[in-house]
């Protein structure tokens, strides 16, 4: 009978990134029967995340590599910005096609629905570790099919707990001076949609390379980011006219209106 695979699925973020901590600790506590066994780390490259999340995978291979666990990234069928422009797609309520996916994000989330179904399929038969908080009732109860295990949730793992932890052993996800999490409120891929106006404009704020980066996708689709009237553009003109931006104190970053 073959062997059971035991796969933690990682988005480097803070929630996967504290579940692959705690199974390491497991693993290294629990040699002679591991209640939390680990053969392979996963991660979906999108190729648009923040260079952080690119740091924080890097500082952490090593030590798979150290204690011969598989470290794999899976990618998208595409690449991101074919799929995002280029890629025909058949309309649903007229005859013919048109061009690309747009944006990702609301009830067109292409990229996340492609990133569940490869690794899905690349886990197929093995036991996956997804690193759902134990305060996401809603993602936890739309994420139980056979395989998944959610130790999260099992410990008790708030997203509070998640990101405490991560800074208590060092991974504080640091670009342009700024803690990420200071500024958004879940580091996802730079260019989501589901992004909410106050990280948006932290965004603009304190990340401008992605700000301009955002400027660059919109110029390519006619489909405003945020909806009718909401476009990068539109959205630049709104936090300009707001005013004293520069004047916010850091240490309230993340509570930014």
Known sequence: MENKRYIASVSWGKDSLAMLLLLLREREREREKQRYPLDEVVFFDTGMEFDAIYKTRDQIVPMLVEQGIKYTELKPDCEFEYLMFEKPVKNRNKPGVHFGYSWCGGRCRWGTSMKLRIIKN????????????????????????????????????????????????????????????????????????????????????????????????????????????????????????????????????????
């Open 122 to 257: 690349y886990c197929k038969g093995a036991i996956q570790y997804v690193g759902i908080a134990a305060d996401e009732e809603q993602r936890f109860l739309k994420s139980q099919y056979e395989g998944k295990t959610l130790p999260l949730v099992q410990w008790g793992m708030t997203e509070k707990d998640c990101l405490e932890l991560c800074y208590h052993n060092g991974y504080q996800w640091i670009e342009s001076g700024i803690r990420l999490y200071d500024v958004l409120d879940r580091v996802s891929c730079w260019c989501c949609a589901n992004k909410n106006l106050k990280e948006l404009r932290n965004i603009r704020m304190y990340l401008p390379k992605y700000w301009d980066q955002l400027k660059v996708l919109q110029s390519k689709t006619d489909r405003p980011m945020k909806g009718d009237g909401k476009s990068v553009f539109d959205l630049e003109d709104r936090f300009s006219k707001e005013g004293g931006e520069k004047n916010a104190d850091r240490k309230d970053l993340g509570n930014a209106q």
